[in-house]
């Protein structure tokens, strides 16, 4: 063993403080101070339907999600019970927690579980001994607390209904001062819309808009999260302009300074630097439009930018909906507009369509875009260069099938070329033969059954998909709008994963976007209540691979590791192989992008010998790549 260590310490390796392939992490916002619970020497405290916990004596936060325990999300009251010496937390779909302040942490589902028709909210606790009495509209619910089960159920004619319970009274006026000056790091909301993650930043937004739609008239918000510390942006800027600040829905960063940030909504267009407001946009110093009400042009209350995109040289592509005579315009980096308006663009009325959105530019330089409404959704395909627009607004796929949608969510380029589109009904292709033909076909991936038969399915098809996002293997992560999360294989016939609430620590079911870091390889998913990520087997590959950047970690692996050890900066699907120092081939495999995984087993399963372990890899097309070691300490 010693001379192991000796072989050890005189390579030099590279830890790389990246998390553990499978891991999940909560992102969750901490500054609405709700109840605050004196538990001996702990606080804890609900805030923005969070909670954690503070130890009086050291001063030590620990936050509870449902990485570290929590069994659901969206608390809505808190009490601590001195006999029972638990806190029970209530959910807001009436599910229970009951925390002990070591972290312990006991599930009690029966009333979130059971079948009824009446409304199971709680909307109060009362404590007494060493129960908990959860007031709802049905019924009271008693709660032994130290059996961590439901003894009991008191509807109102019930003979023992307890009438003079005495609501619960939290410590809150007495340590609010001290929480104010605790509040975990984290975002400061929890509603999120949309995201982009560009230079290893993930900038996001808190509102949605679309007309005819419900509006929520949610404050403007705009978050960025650099990979330590959350950012956010100037708020009440209604006090500044002199209209509403609602409704922020769409982002994008100059590609030349990252502080230099876009953001467009149901009153406008925004320009921000450093995170604070230095130009605001509206039809009183732009071409820009409001939207037209049945002949009326409203105000600037109602100036609708739901699609923004920076190209390659810092020009800025915006999108006017339900304008007159403006739809697609260019902001150059030089401060002039320029329109770009076409008919194709506009109904039969002239009036541009209402829900331009989701712009992107593809690897051609073409720019991408949706009209994301009911009453005509379309695809548009423009080239910046020679000024020409495709519609495609017939949803016809590959056998002649035609679909009837209401929304396109979302679009995204693979890694092949393709363009994948996200609607109601489920996700299509446009092969990369088609891209630029006046016509196209909506392809839909069939995958084989595989039970004997040859019957095969359309890929997720009937499933409403609300984003679409793929990582450096070419895998494809759908997120829908109430069925959680999809990994597709990079041939798009195999399901890696469905993630949910059930089966995961996903926190919510409908997710609003997908955001991925290539470089690390976190995939973020967001929602109007929440932002958590999954840490993925895939990173951007590298064009070449060589010995500064293929790098594997941890290294050496510990005995008490028992993980995936990543080796990462491969090439697009590198063969790889790892190999005793004798030669013997132990695995093999192909990279996610630019990652490939190891257990520390041979091919038999078993974890492998002390040792030091070669890693030899070499392109897709055969050419010789690089080598790294791996040393095993068992």
Not at 132 to 150: C, D, G, Q, R, W
Not at 456 to 465: E, H
Not at 585 to 611: H, L, P, T, Y
Request: hydrophobic share 35%; aromatic share 12%.
């Amino acid at each position: 063993m010693k001379r192991l260590l000796a072989i050890v310490f005189t390579v030099c390796y590279c830890y790389l403080a990246t998390a553990q392939i499978g891991t999940w992490r909560n992102y969750l916002a901490y500054h609405d101070v709700q109840q605050i619970c004196k538990a001996n020497n702990e606080l804890f405290v609900l805030a923005s339907n969070n909670l954690y916990q503070y130890n009086i004596d050291d001063a030590s936060i620990t936050t509870y999600d449902k990485v570290n325990g929590l069994s659901d999300t969206r608390i809505t009251h808190i009490a601590w019970n001195q006999k029972a010496k638990r806190l029970i937390a209530v959910y807001e779909n009436s599910n229970i927690d009951l925390i002990e302040p070591d972290g312990d942490i006991i599930n009690i589902s029966a009333l979130y579980t059971k079948s009824i028709t009446e409304d199971k909210t709680v909307t109060a606790i009362s404590i007494d001994d060493v129960y908990a009495y959860l007031t709802t509209s049905f019924a009271i619910i008693k709660v032994n607390m130290l059996k961590a089960e439901i003894s009991d159920t008191y509807t109102k004619n019930h003979p023992d209904y307890p009438h003079n319970l005495q609501p619960y009274q939290d410590d809150y006026d007495k340590y609010i001062a001290t929480v104010s000056t605790l509040i975990p790091e984290g975002p400061a909301y929890n509603r999120f819309y949309q995201s982009k993650f560009i230079n290893g930043r993930l900038y996001t937004t808190g509102g949605y808009f679309l007309p005819a739609m419900p509006d929520n008239e949610l404050p403007g918000t705009i978050q960025v999260y650099d990979g330590n510390n959350w950012t956010l942006y100037q708020e009440q800027i209604n006090e500044i302009t002199g209209y509403a600040y609602v409704d922020i829905c769409c982002i994008d960063a100059d590609p030349n300074d990252p502080e230099h940030v876009f953001a467009g909504g149901r009153c406008g267009l925004y320009e921000f630097k450093n995170g604070k407001l230095i130009n605001y946009y509206n039809k009183e110093n732009s071409p820009l439009m409001a939207a037209l009400d049945r002949g009326n042009q409203l105000g600037n209350d109602y100036l609708l930018i739901l699609g923004i995109k920076f190209d390659a040289k810092g020009h800025l592509w915006v999108l006017n909906s339900l304008a007159k005579g403006v739809s697609l315009l260019e902001l150059t980096s030089d401060y002039q507009w320029i329109s770009h308006h076409h008919q194709e663009l506009t109904d039969e009325k002239g009036i541009t369509v209402p829900g331009l959105s989701n712009m992107m530019f593809d690897s051609r330089g073409l720019l991408w875009f949706t009209n994301n409404n009911w009453e005509n959704p379309s695809v548009f395909c423009y080239d910046t260069d020679q000024d020409v627009i495709l519609k495609y607004d017939q949803i016809l796929n590959q056998d002649d099938t035609k679909y009837t949608i209401y929304h396109i969510n979302c679009i995204t380029e693979d890694k092949e070329g393709n363009i994948w589109i996200g609607t109601d009904v489920g996700p299509f292709m446009i092969q990369k033969s088609e891209i630029g033909q006046s016509q196209v076909t909506f392809y839909q991936v069939k995958v084989p059954r595989n039970d004997g038969t040859n019957f095969a399915d359309y890929l997720l098809n009937g499933i409403a998909i609300s984003s679409i996002a793929v990582d450096g293997g070419n895998r494809k992560w759908f997120g829908t709008e109430s069925a959680g999360v999809f990994l597709i294989s990079s041939d798009n016939l195999i399901q890696e994963h469905n993630f949910n609430i059930d089966n995961s620590k996903l926190l919510y079911n409908n997710i609003s976007s997908i955001a991925i870091n290539h470089q690390s390889g976190e995939v973020f998913f967001l929602s109007d209540n929440g932002l958590c990520s999954y840490q993925s087997n895939a990173v951007e590959p590298n064009e070449q691979m060589t010995k500064d950047n293929v790098i594997a970690y941890p290294n050496p692996v510990t005995p008490d590791f028992t993980g995936m050890v990543t080796i990462t900066g491969l090439s697009y699907d590198a063969d790889v192989k790892i190999t005793t120092a004798t030669g013997a081939i132990v695995a093999e495999g192909r990279s996610n992008g630019g990652m490939f995984n190891w257990d520390c087993c041979n091919k038999q399963g078993k974890r492998v010998a002390s040792g030091v372990y070669m890693v030899i890899t070499a392109t897709s097309d055969g050419k010789k790549g690089t080598v790294c070691k791996i040393a095993v300490i068992n």
